[in-house]
């Protein structure tokens, strides 16, 4: 009787030229290929902490780094591109399709979820929104470096990076709605609109196809197109209802203390904290991320949280095991 089928190689996508990292495409440096794991939310299991890790050491020279929009890249990668790609696709760590896994570039708090200021949790909307981005051949053409951020109003939350599209939680006449910015940041300008919860992800859709369909080739981020075009030409274009009033024009995001990260993180869950630690640079060896696998495993839900200021969260521990948690 014939035996199983051979595994077959995986196929060589054509990525399009970019110098941007991702998991597909390996960019080349002085110590060798650089693969970058967006990651939902920043977020992976202990088990696919064990398999970067593995790969790390088993395609590359072991080094792993947790870069500032909370996502994870491996450094030194040598000749065999093919086997740490499918290492990292076996573990869920990414789309099957190149084009899909260069858009995702949604940023949340590492926190989300978990947070006792936040106004909901954003894992949901940021779910329909990667999902969109992952599948919608459209989006395919933006840029490897156009970049959305969701924040729903946490304490712990990176509120200075700028973005191409950011959306901030306010609360206006006792409900939930989502102010929006372009090319800047939440904390640093005011909101051009806003509309509610509910319409989140409709907002972002219409965003990224105006982009799409006002930009130019050689207008590749959002701060480009406004140059030519301005923010209010945009907005009136989008089709979209938007509330314009002071409440929101007026609306700004108010700045937390960011060295918040580190330690002992208090959660929205009744006796659960989250606790944190950064390597120096960010940089991780395998055995480390591995040691932070086997604490998430033996003392929280299992799962880790990589955040914006290249540390590493463990969430849902009992608060009683903070203590050992940092110990380790």
Not at 123 to 133: D, W
Request: aromatic share 4%; proline share 6%.
């Amino acid at each position: 009787m014939p035996g199983d089928p051979l595994p077959q190689p995986l196929p060589t996508p054509a990525l399009r030229p970019s110098a941007c990292p991702g998991l597909w495409r390996i960019v080349q440096a002085l110590d060798g290929g650089i693969s970058r794991i967006k990651l939902d939310a920043g977020t992976l299991s202990a088990a696919q902490a064990h398999a970067v890790a593995d790969a790390a050491e088993r395609f590359a020279g072991g080094v792993i780094e947790v870069t500032n929009r909370s996502n994870l890249q491996i450094r030194g990668i040598g000749a065999d591109h093919a086997g740490l790609v499918a290492c990292l696709l076996d573990a869920g760590l990414g789309p099957r399709q190149a084009a899909g896994d260069d858009v995702r570039n949604l940023m949340l708090s590492p926190a989300a979820g978990l947070d006792p200021a936040m106004l909901f949790d954003s894992r949901a909307l940021a779910g329909q929104i990667l999902e969109s981005l992952q599948t919608c051949e459209r989006f395919h053409q933006l840029s490897a470096k156009f970049a959305v951020q969701l924040d729903a109003g946490e304490d712990l939350a990176m509120l200075t990076h700028p973005h191409d599209l950011w959306l901030s939680a306010l609360r206006l006449d006792g409900e939930v709605w989502l102010a929006f910015g372009l090319a800047g940041c939440p904390a640093e300008e005011g909101a051009l609109g806003a509309v509610p919860l509910a319409d989140g992800h409709a907002l972002v859709l219409a965003v990224l196809q105006r982009f799409l369909d006002l930009a130019s080739a050689q207008q590749a981020r959002m701060r480009q197109l406004l140059a030519e075009c301005g923010r209010e030409a945009f907005v009136q274009g989008l089709g979209v209802a938007l509330r314009r009033d002071h409440a929101v024009l007026g609306w700004r995001r108010p700045r937390r203390d960011q060295a918040r990260h580190l330690g002992v993180y208090p959660q929205r869950q009744t006796g659960r904290v989250a606790v944190g630690a950064a390597a120096p640079l960010g940089r991780l060896s395998a055995a480390q991320l591995r040691g932070a696998a086997h604490l998430a495993s033996s003392l929280g839900d299992a799962s880790l949280r990589m955040t914006p200021w290249q540390s590493r969260l463990l969430p849902n521990l009992a608060a009683t095991d903070a203590e050992q948690a940092l110990a380790g």
